[in-house]
């Protein structure tokens, strides 16, 4: 992409370069229409309930006022906790096993603190367990798959 002979990102040097553009181009996406939302809202409710304003400003009685509040919490930790998963599954099946072990290797060699030296599985855990149920949620037919997901639980 250029605009006014401005490259915006340098051309794909390798297979893996588009899956993270498109990756990146999602997230930037996600976060505009959340600030874009958010900024909505603030306008919205700024003027809606301004200083003057004949809106009803009432509280519903206790028990409906919890239930309502409950629900907008609810669909409040829900609805980005399932967008960001989404996201992060997708994200997670980008990187090959050689290129991910160059990293690893080199993260190693430089002395990084997250990923001490040795038995590195304490650290990995997790996130071998998030890759195992994603690939077997993209081969619901693999036997090994579905019982190695048998075995974490």
């Known amino acids: ?3 006014w002979n401005f490259p915006l990102h340098p051309p794909a ?11 990146f181009y999602a997230w930037l996406a996600l976060a505009g229409v959340v600030t874009v939302a958010v900024f909505f809202l603030i306008v919205y409710f ?5 200083h003057g304003s004949r809106a009803d400003r009432v509280l519903p009685a ?4 919890r ?4 629900r907008i919490e609810i669909a409040w930790i829900v609805t980005p906790l399932i967008l960001f998963l989404g996201m992060g599954f997708w994200a997670a099946g980008l ?7 160059t990293f690893v290797d080199a993260y190693r060699d ?5 990923l001490p030296h040795g038995d590195p599985w304490q650290v990995l855990e997790p ?13 619901p037919d693999d036997a090994q798959l579905r019982t190695a997901c048998g075995r974490m639980l």
């Open 1 to 3: 992409m250029v605009m």
């Open 13 to 23: 040097d390798s297979s893996l370069a588009t899956h993270v553009d498109h990756l």
């Open 46 to 50: 700024s003027v809606k309930y301004r």
């Open 62 to 65: 206790r028990g409906k006022l």
């Open 67 to 70: 239930r309502e509040s409950h």
């Open 95 to 101: 990187i090959p096993d050689d290129d991910w072990n």
């Open 110 to 114: 430089a002395d990084g603190p997250a």
């Open 127 to 139: 996130f071998a367990r998030a890759a195992v149920v994603q690939a077997a949620a993209h081969h």
